[in-house]
């Protein structure tokens, strides 16, 4: 026979998380439909930037030289991440770590030149 008496704290967990996100759905809704937030006007529904209408459109296109940007901090961002606890740890890890974190070094400085040589760091 199987002693499922085991499984209880799981299953408590599971009926208290169950409970609070259904408290999270439920309650913003019927805070909304007590306070009046369901009732659009036309001032509720109007755009609101600094006061003011705004001046244009909030979905115009951007360059895309802003999200190639971008996605490069976040390459050398994720380089950084990577590199701190590595400098940590080098010497308890031995040379393949340091092998293998200098092939790492390597991608990220030639994926650096390719991005440099399309243009792609360029600002007019």
Known sequence: MVDL????????????????????VALPIL???????????AEKLSEYECGFPAFEDSRSQYDVRFYLVAILFIVFDLEAAFLYPWAVSVFDL?????IS????????????????????LDWE
Do not use: C, D, H
């Open 101 to 120: 974190m200098m092939i790492f070094i390597g991608e990220l400085a030639l994926g650096l030149v390719y991005a440099w040589k399309m243009g792609a």
């Open 31 to 41: 805070a909304a439909r007590f306070t009046g937030a369901s009732k659009p006007n």
């Open 94 to 98: 031995g040379w393949t770590a340091w």
């Open 5 to 24: 008496s085991q499984y209880l704290p799981i299953l408590i967990f599971l009926g208290i998380a169950l409970l609070l996100s259904g408290a999270f």
